[in-house]
């Protein structure tokens, strides 16, 4: 059963930084790894992506602040968000995709407030 197990979310002060987490279930050496969001009221939108090659794209609003990587010895890719604003506040989601196959975690909290 493919699973993922998502942590590193919760509360953060603006400006505060945060570390997300997101372990498979299975061996990611080939997947693209790419983390969403999606805040209330709002679509999910794309945060950042990791190739199995080890390439990175961003969107706009994170770039400079938030670092995506991936340790496939651990199955792992992760998320570093920095310089955290109201705006980040939403709920990440990780995802694998390889083809046609495209899996989905549950989606981790993250809210910014002081």
């Known amino acids: 059963q493919v699973q993922f197990v998502e942590s590193g979310g919760g509360l953060a002060q603006p400006g505060g930084s945060l570390r997300l987490s997101c372990a498979a279930s299975?061996?990611?050496?080939?997947?693209?790894m790419t983390w969403y969001r999606q805040a209330p009221g709002k679509e999910r939108e794309l945060v950042a992506d990791?190739?199995?090659?080890?390439?990175?794209n961003y969107a706009d609003s994170v770039k400079g602040r938030f670092t995506v990587s991936r340790d496939n010895a651990k199955d792992t890719v992760y998320l570093q968000m920095n310089s955290l604003n109201s705006e980040d506040t939403a709920v990440y989601y990780c995802?694998?995709?390889?083809?046609?196959?495209?899996?989905w975690g549950q989606g981790t909290q993250v809210t910014v407030s002081s």
């Open positions: 990791i190739t199995s090659g080890g390439s990175t």
């Open positions: 995802n694998a995709q390889w083809g046609f196959v495209n899996y």
């Open positions: 299975f061996s990611i050496t080939g997947y693209a």
